[in-house]
């Protein structure tokens, strides 16, 4: 087993704090180390994907990571492309992508399709997003954004506004800052809140408070990370309409903020974050993608450091 003795990334859930910071080390390691250095890491090796919705920044990001570190990357983001198209199962796809590359990356829009992938794979999963369940590679960025944007996770006061209830990014972050002493707002509307049985899961092991309006909270936010209303997850569109436009962070929000709070946001982007915000010293969500290439690329070092 590696040094992060975790095979398959398909949760958050299944991190300790201390494998956490082990990924966030590594990252650290990584993102100094020389060109010649940091492109032996993993060369040779094969990452594969295998993406059955769509995707920008976790798709390029792993394969500029999986290059960054010597390897390289196949695999298809259109189903329509690939045997899915003929009827193929997601089994039987998962089988043949891991009997040609050494690590498989899964976007699927079912819960649970990573875990059951990593039952079938004989190579390690990672879960580059299943459903609107998970997106654990998001929340590790997440983290590693905050701790370099801020110094320090422990202490912050962190709103979460947005789709609250379909975010999968939402969930994965809020089940990595259990591990640090935060206090959350989650601020959406009434019918965007965070389903109950997360709610229950969180427990007692995080404190946070359920509020719609932001202007409750923005004053005593440390990091505000924004989320887009997840168009298709809703099965009733008149349904996305109404709630379309309900909360937009704007110079208006912005100007009430603490002067060092940070702005952050998974993107895409549509229109809860309007663009006169990005050149404000608050802004900090291009640099998060950013950040999304050294993560991966040291979670697949992590990862396949020691496979042959
Ligand atoms: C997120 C996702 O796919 O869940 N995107 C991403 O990977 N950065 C967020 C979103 O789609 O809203």
Do not use: W
């Not at 590594?26 to 995707?55: H, N, Q, V, W």
């Not at 549509?270 to 802004?283: N, Q, R």
Request: some cysteine; hydrophobic content about 35%; proline content about 3%.
């Amino acid at each position: 087993m590696n040094r992060l003795d975790i095979r398959d990334i398909i949760s958050i859930k299944d991190f300790t704090r201390d494998q956490l910071e082990i990924v966030f080390t590594a990252a650290d390691y990584i993102s100094k180390l020389s060109y010649e250095e940091r492109s032996s890491l993993c060369r040779g090796k094969i990452l594969g994907y295998a993406f059955y919705e769509p995707s920008t920044r976790t798709r390029l990001s792993f394969e500029a990571a999986m290059a960054s570190v010597g390897g390289s990357s196949l695999g298809f983001s259109n189903t329509a492309t690939a045997s899915t198209q003929k009827g193929e199962s997601l089994a039987d796809t998962i089988r043949i992508m891991a009997g040609y590359v050494d690590v498989v990356i899964l976007r699927h829009p079912l819960d649970g399709s990573s875990r059951f992938a990593a039952e079938i794979s004989d190579k390690p999963i990672i879960n580059a997003a299943s459903g609107t369940e998970e997106h654990p590679t998001q929340a590790l960025l997440d983290i590693y954004t905050i701790k370099k944007e801020k110094g320090t996770v422990d202490g912050l006061n962190i709103g979460i506004i947005g789709d609250l209830k379909h975010g999968r990014t939402v969930y994965s972050l809020l089940y990595a800052l259990i591990h640090y002493d935060v206090k959350v707002y989650l601020i959406s509307p009434e019918s965007l809140k965070i389903r109950p049985e997360s709610i229950f899961e969180l427990g007692k092991s995080i404190s946070f408070t359920e509020i719609t309006d932001i202007e409750e909270c923005i004053d005593e936010l440390d990091v505000l990370y924004v989320t887009r209303i997840q168009r298709e997850r809703f099965t009733d569109q008149e349904e996305y309409e109404k709630m379309r436009g309900s909360y937009v962070v704007g110079l208006d929000i912005v100007g009430r903020m603490k002067k060092d709070a940070i702005i952050m946001h998974p993107l895409p982007r549509l229109d809860e974050i309007s663009p006169d915000v990005d050149g404000t010293s608050h802004a900090r969500y291009f640099e998060q993608a950013r950040y999304g290439k050294d993560i991966r690329a040291a979670l697949l070092h992590l990862l396949l450091a020691d496979s042959s």
